[in-house]
């Protein structure tokens, strides 16, 4: 037997409380510039609650090839990363009305 989500009542399978989750959030994706001039793309308002930062910062670091942490509720990548990252979070399942890019 499988176990049951404590959330919605479903087999683990069949849960869909990360893919609500996923519909609910308010991302916003920016770059500030650090010393030296370096450029990094923050993304910030996904819920760590619901969702994982690390599997999803791990995730980006990988398609994008840089570097990067998960810290404090925000996702920082090194480099000018904007719409790449935008177009990876939708492939991720997130949807495309929820995503703003300053």
Request: aromatic share 4%.
């Amino acid at each position: 037997m499988s176990k049951i989500c404590t959330t919605c009542g479903l087999p683990e399978e069949l849960c869909v409380c990360e893919n609500i989750a996923k519909e609910t959030q308010k991302i916003k994706i920016y770059t500030v510039k650090r010393k030296w001039g370096k450029k990094y793309t923050l993304i910030e308002g996904i819920d760590e609650k619901q969702i994982d930062l690390d599997d999803i910062g791990k995730k980006l670091k990988a398609k994008l090839a840089c570097g990067g942490t998960a810290k404090q509720g925000k996702i920082e990548l090194q480099g000018d990363h904007k719409q790449r990252v935008k177009e990876i979070l939708i492939d991720m399942g997130f949807p495309q009305e929820s995503i703003r890019i300053k």
